[in-house]
């Protein structure tokens, strides 16, 4: 069955942990007197890139700037579909600098950057499906946001509403894994989110609460190969089940700030 799954080359923007550390508290898994292992996170976040490359995908970085230690969880920055870019603004004021990075980023490389009005965290809470943007709310982007990126993209904005903190991005309980599926983690959204997605996805992977904890939402995937926390057990097995294949990247260091391999990678598309 995995044979039926294809994938497609993608771009991904990144940028190297060369400062990562967690110097704050802005989501309930970070706790900044709880060292951070630097080296073992460079390493980790190298094994990613090789990883995506190996797998025939393309790898941009972004030059990592000092005193921005979130500034390696490139998916915040912004959400880019079909060359339009859809710049952020942090919730947090600690992060707030790091847009003017990425945007610097975009318009060197030749695109235009919309820098929204709103609290908008990139593809952190901004899912392209393929089809329309899924669009997380509760914890940071708002809900004017997803007004915003409606208009910006002329596409359907989708706004579920996240209620459990350590779920605090959209991307931590939901990643698409191709045109026609998602995978997600049903308790991280209310009542009525869940509906929704239950009647757009009827066939989607559900996910488990240590699935979920393991970060195993926080993936990335190619339309078959699923980039996935090695921890997420059930999920990979269920992925593998539906003819994904699942390969595992440890990146255990960035979650004491609340991140994982999705949080790390932004897609151009
Ligand atoms: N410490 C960062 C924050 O709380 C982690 C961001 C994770 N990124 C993500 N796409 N979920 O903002």
Redesign the pocket.
């Known amino acids: 069955m995995s044979d039926t799954r294809v994938p497609r080359r993608r771009r991904y923007l990144v940028c190297e942990p060369r400062h990562f550390a967690v110097q704050y508290a802005?989501?309930p898994w970070?706790r900044p007197d709880a060292p951070v292992d630097v080296d073992l996170a460079q390493e980790q976040w190298q094994r990613l890139i090789r990883a995506y490359r190996d797998h025939g995908h393309t790898v941009d970085a972004v030059e990592p700037a000092p005193g921005l230690p979130?500034m390696v969880?490139a998916?915040?920055s912004a959400v880019v579909v079909g060359g339009r870019v859809f710049g952020s603004l942090f919730h947090?004021p600690e992060?707030r600098p790091e847009s003017t990075h990425y945007d610097t980023w975009f318009k060197t490389a030749g695109y235009d950057v919309y820098r929204p009005e709103s609290v908008c965290?990139g593809?952190?809470d901004l899912v392209w499906t393929g089809r329309y943007v899924l669009a997380g709310t509760g914890f940071r982007t708002t809900r004017e946001a997803h007004r915003e990126v409606q208009e910006f993209f002329g596409h359907p904005v989708i706004s579920l509403t996240l209620v459990d903190p350590r779920f605090?991005?959209l991307?931590?309980a939901l990643f698409v894994l191709d045109d026609d599926n998602i995978a997600y983690y049903p308790e991280a959204f209310s009542p009525g989110s869940r509906e929704v997605l239950g009647r757009l996805y009827p066939d989607a992977v559900l996910a488990t609460r240590d699935d979920a904890m393991a970060f195993g939402l926080?993936s990335v995937s190619d339309g078959r190969n699923v980039f996935i926390a090695p921890q997420a057990e059930a999920l990979s097995a269920a992925l593998a089940d539906r003819g994904y294949v699942p390969v595992p990247v440890d990146l255990s260091e960035f979650r004491k700030?609340?991140?994982g391999i999705?949080?790390c990678t932004q897609e151009i598309r």
């Open positions: 802005i989501n970070m979130d969880f998916a915040n947090a992060r965290e593809e952190g605090y991005h991307d931590t926080n700030a609340g991140g999705k949080c």
